[in-house]
């Protein structure tokens, strides 16, 4: 059974870094499209980035471009999100799924199946 689970998050100040990790299980990390998405309190789950299945085609949401980089390492199985410069605006839940039915990515979240269970990122002093 395919199964994704994130990992990486923390506490971490204003300007500083974390490097989520995407763990899947059951099948190979390449036949799908992965995309990380956040939720913060009270707002609705946004994209910040994706991976198509090839790995040739690369998203970022605006507001992280510049500052994030998704990869992916086959041979873990395994999708990562390095994020850098990070702001209080980026504190969420961050979760990793996969795309359904499409090697291409997306930015709509119901287009995303199996999701992960989360892993919370805040960003403060």
């Known amino acids: 059974q395919l199964q994704l689970v994130e990992s990486g998050g923390g506490l971490v100040q204003p300007g500083g870094s974390l490097r989520l990790s995407c763990a899947v299980s059951?099948?190979?990390?390449?036949?799908?499209?992965i995309g990380w998405f956040r939720q913060a309190p009270g707002k609705e789950r946004e994209g910040v980035s994706c991976i198509s299945s090839s790995g040739t085609s690369i998203n970022y949401a605006d507001s992280v471009k510049g500052r994030f980089t998704i990869s992916r390492d086959n041979a873990k199985n395994t999708v990562y999100l390095q994020m850098n410069s990070l702001k209080p605006e980026d504190t969420a839940i961050y979760y990793c799924a996969r795309r359904g039915g499409m090697a291409t990515c997306s930015s709509i979240a119901a287009e995303y199946y199996n999701w992960g269970q989360g892993t919370q990122v805040t960003v403060s002093s």
């Open positions: 059951g099948s190979r990390v390449d036949y799908y499209a």
